[in-house]
């Protein structure tokens, strides 16, 4: 080996070391960065015809334990849904209060619907002791006019969070498509340096946080090709394109990113009557999500922030407004037939039982439409003077059927017609009550709040034990993945001392070199 041969090893090792110092430089850097996965550089003898060459720059490597980074793509779609969920669903349960363990007397101070009816039951109670009495008689239309106006407040929240939960899925699916096609052309850019034999770490690292912010929003998993590129697929394995050329279309035909493309939705307005359907030669077409243009693929995309917006609109509030509409028919069934039609549906106190018209005709939509019936309102001594039949002052006879029927437990005043509809709710029959309709009306207004309350707790829980394996699963990416600064530091001094020995080897050489040049002078 002469002089060259030792000058030219001595200057691959430095140019090999400001690689690496490189790669450090990148890594100290980025090492606040969410979702930034650590690099390492690789360095390999050169050795042209057996003979040593010095080092040259490999490819640098990022630091990647795949299935454990699957697994925080999953967790993280996990918290963001039930996140999204129990946030939704907090103004529901605010405006429900809390529930009382009596179901057949129930007063207080809450706007719940038990103790709203149960202080309709109290007032009527005072009523028959004092049936003469204006002030009496005021406080029982007084207390039906405030269970109105909370059910009319709880299907608003309804409607209101269910247009909220369509307003989103809007946004996210545009969010969705920008995540999607940054990763399809950054997997362009990829492949074209892969195949020149070119460092692709740095756009690599780019697409890793694309994946990891697209794994919030949706429920997805990853494959890489051998040529670089990236695959991506629902939770049941529908695959998603990220760019026109995954699809057999040209690559060019669609400029990336785009937040346009391959999914799309309708922003639109809702109410108790839009319904989702899978059957399309019935459905609202507004409510699809289709892909590039076409068809529906809505029942493929579950989980994260999507999925659970998607549940929202289409599951959670649908059977909470056919709830409160089943509830709303049988408070004005139940007190009419004991002889007090004190709630209509806004035009009369004999409504329709169609569980899937829309109100006047039918359940749909028939809390936003309860009222008290303005013959009350205008002349409260009806409610002692017999009620419907209104005969002689001071009879109570019907204030002691609502007490006794209208409140009863008993089958006869809870089965047959006057038992709450339970199946076949909801604008396409599709929704059942999720609890007994066969119950005093009291117990019928605690097991609503009660299972609403139950579908926002298991929100909320899930999210607390969601987020906890979260925080586990990133601690053991980042002992993978992340960047430990003082490891870093170390490379740094390591490298600073092989680039001196390497400098010194070159001046070395030189020395050499000028003693030869004079000696041969």
């Known amino acids: 080996m002469d002089l060259s041969s030792s000058l030219s090893i001595a200057t691959s090792g430095l140019h090999a070391i400001d690689y690496q110092l490189s790669v450090v430089s990148q890594n100290v850097a980025n090492q606040s960065v969410s979702g930034y996965v650590s690099e390492s550089a690789t360095v390999v003898s050169r050795t042209p015809g057996g003979l040593r060459a010095g080092v040259v720059a490999g490819s640098t490597v990022l630091n990647v334990n795949k299935a454990l980074q699957a697994s925080l793509y999953n967790q993280n779609a996990k918290v963001a849904e039930s996140d999204a969920l129990s946030n939704s669903l907090s103004a529901i349960t605010s405006i429900q209060g809390s529930t009382d363990t009596d179901t057949t007397t129930s007063t207080g101070s809450s706007n719940s619907l038990p103790d709203s009816l149960g202080n309709i039951q109290s007032t009527l109670t005072s009523l028959a002791a004092t049936p003469l009495e204006s002030s009496a008689q005021t406080a029982v239309i007084s207390a039906a006019k405030t269970l109105t106006s909370n059910i009319h407040t709880l299907s608003d929240a309804y409607t209101a969070q269910r247009q909220t939960a369509q307003d989103n899925i809007v946004s996210t699916v545009s969010t969705v498509n920008s995540q999607l096609t940054q990763i399809g052309s950054l997997s362009a850019q990829i492949m074209s340096l892969k195949a020149s034999g070119a460092d692709s770490a740095d756009l690599e690292n780019q697409r890793l946080e694309a994946m990891n912010s697209l794994s919030s929003n949706l429920s997805v998993t990853f494959s890489e090709s051998s040529n670089g ?256 600064v003082n490891n870093e530091m170390a490379k740094v001094v390591a490298l600073q001392n092989a680039y001196t020995a390497n400098a010194k080897v070159i001046s070395t050489v030189q020395t050499m070199f000028s003693a030869l040049l004079n000696a041969i002078n």
């Open 229 to 484: 590129d990236m695959v991506v697929r629902t939770e049941d394995g529908t695959e998603l394109p990220t760019r026109p050329d995954q699809m057999g279309k040209p690559y060019n035909s669609i400029k990336l990113p785009t937040s346009t493309w391959p999914l799309s939705a309708s922003n639109t307005t809702l109410s108790a009557s839009t319904v989702y359907s899978s059957d399309t030669s019935t459905a609202n077409p507004d409510l699809f999500i289709s892909l590039d243009g076409t068809g529906d693929i809505k029942s493929h995309l579950t989980g994260g922030t999507l999925g659970a917006n998607i549940t929202l609109r289409d599951t959670t509030y649908p059977k909470m407004q056919a709830q409160l509409d089943s509830f709303s028919y049988t408070l004005i069934s139940r007190f009419s037939n004991a002889g007090v039609s004190l709630f209509t549906n806004g035009s009369t106190s004999t409504p329709s039982s169609n569980p899937t018209g829309t109100t006047p005709n039918g359940l749909v939509g028939l809390s936003s439409a309860l009222s008290v019936d303005s013959e009350y309102t205008a002349d409260p001594s009806k409610l002692s003077s017999g009620g419907d039949t209104s005969t002689t002052k001071g009879d109570i006879s019907a204030i002691t059927n609502v007490l006794n029927e209208t409140f009863g437990t008993s089958s006869a005043d809870t089965t047959g017609s006057l038992a709450a509809p339970s199946s076949g709710l909801g604008p396409d029959g599709s929704i059942s009550l999720g609890f007994s309709g066969s119950q005093g009306i009291l117990a019928l207004a605690t097991s609503l709040t009660s299972d609403q309350a139950s579908v926002a707790s298991e929100a909320s829980n899930g999210f607390t034990y969601a987020s906890s394996v979260q925080t586990t699963l990133q601690t053991a990416v980042s002992s993978v993945s992340g960047v430990n």
